[in-house]
């Protein structure tokens, strides 16, 4: 597609349900990484999925979280048994395998953890 | 380990007038960096990036930065602000030897007022 999808662009989840964000990337774009920026806070790496590469889930902040891209292309972000603190938005970028590309980032899903 | 940093959580600015937004950077070796811009309800985009050469980077919307090694340093910087640069600001970098995802500092909200 000619950008970076994501869907929903708002979710708002009961503590302790599962919720699904996805992320569409640009078409040929090899690499995807996730982010999560919360209020008053930078952009935290969450994964980064390189090709038939195993991800990159380094950033990921505990156990409830887990990501998959399905034939190197879709994304979806899992996040179990939702906290408050998972309240943020989160945000999917692509970009081609050299890195000094830089990013294109969608515009991202709002998680509201009620 | 590579980190940013953004000491300016709020920079104002009247219309017209120069604007500059800090950024340092800390890596192991030698950097990629990058400006990124976020619009109301929008999702982060790309301003420029600094790779190798010139270290004077020129982007988007009349923004450049200037790479200074030996401050760490890789300020954005515009001539004349416009009220329609009012955004969040968000510098990036990558070790060019090290992890592939891009390191965010925390974001400095510029305000250019009329």
Known sequence: GAGVSQSPSNKVTEKGKDVELRCDPISGHTALYWYRQSLGQGLEFLIYFQGNSAPDKSGLPSDRFSAERTGGSVSTLTIQRTQQEDSAVYLCASSLIALNYGYTFGSGTRLTVV | ?114
Do not use: M
């Open chain 2, 1 to 114: 380990a590579q980190s940013v940093a953004q000491p300016e959580d709020q920079v104002n600015v009247a219309e017209g007038n120069p604007l500059t937004v800090k950024c340092t950077y800390s890596v192991s070796g030698n950097p990629y960096l990058f400006w990124y811009v976020q619009y109301p309800n929008r999702g982060l985009q790309f301003l420029l990036k600094y790779i190798t050469g010139d270290n004077l980077v020129k982007g988007s919307y009349g923004f450049e930065a200037e790479f200074n090694k030996s401050q760490t340093s890789f300020h954005l910087k515009k001539p004349s602000a416009l009220v329609s640069d009012s955004a969040l600001y968000f510098c990036a970098v990558r070790d060019r030897d090290g992890a592939n995802n891009l390191f965010f500092g925390t974001g400095t909200r510029l305000t250019v007022i009329p």
